[in-house]
């Protein structure tokens, strides 16, 4: 795993991925071995074609304004329907603008002179209602948007209380009663709003300002039953989605692709690069009586969990990810931001156990007191502003200082001033690229999602973590879980893509007469 924007020399899988070759009711992703008879159902047919998906090699397709407006409004509707499905805690929240902006300071000019504008014509003699009776026609407009469609009887009472026409005569008359109107709305929001909306509601009964200010602070609540609403909506959406999600994801995006056809460049461009990352490492094997070795040509399955592997390492900062994880690439790149600092804890403390030894073995309490003040100091290390080698000095002077008061306190000696110094020369110089320690925490990561990525049953899997990564089992096997989680629905959306991308990486070019490639199994 890269420390900050470092990407670590591309590492095999290996043939030690284990084997590609499943009973038809452990299948993954639509693939199906040639020889399965279920292949005209799931994955390649018996022609290597793809049953599901229809991209294919087509002329350049000039879009029209329209087309990219419908492209983009799909994309939207799939990005919003993924992250109702994978992110049970996803929620709309107000629009906070950052303090001091240029948008803030407009948007706050422009309520200003609103208010303003409404108390200066109520204050008139006589008043003037022009601005008020927008205002009162806006609120009626919010009201209605809370009811159901069979909530008739309320939606009379609304319309026939706030009928603009007849407010307008009263307001022609100055018999507008601006403050009982009030009082119905306020009655009105409490019938409608959620339980976490009742103090809001009780504020407002209680209001003794103007009643301009009563009516700004009528708007706020409102602002805020339509985020309750749009959240409430959202939950229900979700529950729809969680039986249908895979399915309208898959459905959506194949009519995205449909209109662009590129849409699956780069996905393509990720595949083959796992793909060829396995066959520069995959060795020739020796056939019988042949002196010559042959290629062995990596399975569906095993390019499919290499692939995701690249996934878990990708480099923002140069590339966009695939088109089929762009849904995810928030998520994924906090998976990446967490699984990057645990690797630096690790490293640190794999360096502080093997330097010291015997004089801090057998102490849990020490070694989680280590590990939370390193976390605390390393927090925000992916920060542009942040300065690892800066923070990694403050570690390493912190956890002399914490090492010498617990060997003291049990009657050892300090530790010398060559032993310190060294700790933190080893310490600092974790950041090198080819640092051992560094190279060993990267590799024992790696081989550990690799085998949680490619187990049928990966649950499992999360619990076997590799000697050298026990300090951080616990953050390891949540980052894991998350990311496991991701994979898996990935797969159940874009598996059948995935399919007719490898089978023509795979098939586009003929082997020599007499050669034919080998699958690895």
Same mark, same amino acid.
């Given at each position: 795993m890269?420390?900050?924007?470092e ?5 095999s899988s290996?043939?030690?991925?284990g084997s590609?070759?499943?009973?038809p009711? $452990?299948r =993954?992703?639509?693939?199906t +071995?040639?020889?399965? #008879?279920?292949? %005209? !159902? ?5 022609? /290597?074609?793809?049953?599901?998906c229809?991209p294919?090699?087509?002329?350049v ?8 407006v419908?492209?983009a409004?799909e994309?939207?509707?799939?990005c919003?329907a993924h ?9 709309v929240e107000?629009?906070r ?11 706050d ?9 409404l108390?200066?014509?109520?204050n008139?003699?006589p008043p ?6 927008r205002?009162l026609e $806006?609120? =009626?407009?919010?009201?209605? +948007?809370?009811?159901? #469609?069979?909530? %008739? !009887? ?5 319309? /026939?209380?706030l009928?603009?026409?007849l407010?307008q ?5 100055d018999?507008?009663d601006i403050?009982?109107l009030?009082?119905?709305i306020?009655?009105?929001?409490e019938k409608m709003c959620?339980?976490?909306?009742e ?5 407002l ?9 009563l009516?700004r ?6 602002d ?9 909506e ?5 529950e729809y989605?969680?039986v249908a999600g895979?399915?309208?994801e898959r459905?959506?995006f194949?009519?995205?692709l449909d209109?662009t #056809?590129t ?5 393509t ?5 796992a793909?060829?990352m ?7 094997e020796?056939?019988?009586?042949q002196g ?13 969990d ?13 590339a966009?990810?695939p088109?089929?994880?762009?849904t995810?690439e ?10 990057q600092?645990?690797?630096?804890v690790?490293?640190?403390l794999?360096?502080v156990h ?10 849990p309490?020490?070694?989680?007191r ?12 992916h920060?542009p502003?942040?300065?690892?080698d ?12 914490e090492i010498?008061?617990s060997?003291?306190e049990?009657?050892y000696?300090s ?13 600092c110089?974790?950041t090198q690229?080819?640092?051992p ?11 550990f999602?690799k ?6 049953k990966?649950q499992?899997?999360l619990?076997?973590?590799p000697?050298?990564?026990t ?7 949540a980052?894991?879980?998350k ?5 898996k629905?990935?797969?159940?959306v ?6 007719d ?8 070019s ?8 080998q699958e690895?199994?």
């Open positions: 890269p420390l900050n924007d990407r670590p020399a591309s590492t290996g043939n030690d991925h590609d070759a499943e009973s009711s $452990e =993954r992703d639509g693939f +071995s040639a020889s399965d #008879p279920e292949s %005209s !159902r799931d994955g390649f047919t018996s022609d /290597g074609s793809c049953k599901h229809t294919s090699p087509s002329p397709k000039i879009l029209t304004m329209d087309e990219v419908e492209s409004k994309l939207s509707n799939l919003l992250e109702l499905i994978v992110n049970p805690s996803f929620h107000p629009n603008l950052p303090p001091n902006s240029i948008w803030k300071v407009v948007r000019i422009a309520h200003k002179a609103f208010w303003d504008k108390e200066s014509e109520l008139d003699d003037e209602y022009r601005q008020a009776i205002l $806006e609120i =009626r407009e919010l009201l209605l +948007s809370f009811l159901n #469609p069979d909530a %008739s !009887r309320m939606r009379t009472q609304i319309m /026939g209380v009928d603009m026409d407010i005569q009263q307001a022609d008359n018999a507008v403050q009982g009030a009082a119905y306020i009655t009105t929001m959620a339980p976490i909306r103090e809001e509601i009780k504020k009964r209680e209001n003794t300002d103007n009643i301009v200010t009516y602070e009528i708007f706020r609540v409102l805020l039953m339509t985020l309750d609403m749009v959240n409430h959202n939950r229900r959406l979700a989605l969680k895979v399915e309208y459905e959506t194949q009519s995205i209109k #056809p849409a699956l460049n780069r996905t461009s990720w595949i083959k690069s793909l060829e396995l066959s520069a490492n995959t060795p020739s020796q056939t019988e009586g010559k070795g042959q290629k062995v040509v990596p399975g569906p399955f095993q390019i499919l290499a692939a995701f592997l690249i996934i878990l390492r990708w480099d923002y900062a140069k966009p990810p088109e089929t994880w762009m995810d928030v998520c994924l790149q906090e998976i990446q931001r967490q699984l600092q645990c690797q630096v690790n490293g640190v794999l360096i093997n330097t010291i030894g015997g004089p801090i073995q057998g102490l309490s020490l070694s989680d280590l590990k939370r003040m390193t976390s605390v100091l390393l927090d925000g290390m920060n502003n942040f300065n690892l800066e923070a990694l000095e403050s570690v390493s002077a912190q956890i002399c200082c010498n008061k060997l003291t049990r009657s000696s530790l010398t001033p060559a032993l310190q110094a060294s700790l933190k020369g080893q310490i110089s974790i690229k080819n640092n320690i560094r190279t060993l925490v990267e590799d024992r990561l790696q081989h999602f085998a949680v990525i490619s187990d049928p990966p499992v899997r619990e076997q973590v000697a050298g990564l300090t951080i089992k616990p953050e390891l096997m980052i894991a879980a990311f496991i989680s991701l994979v629905y990935n797969r159940d874009y598996g059948h893509f995935y399919a991308i490898i089978r023509k990486l795979l098939f586009s003929s082997p020599p007469a007499g050669d034919p490639p690895s199994q």
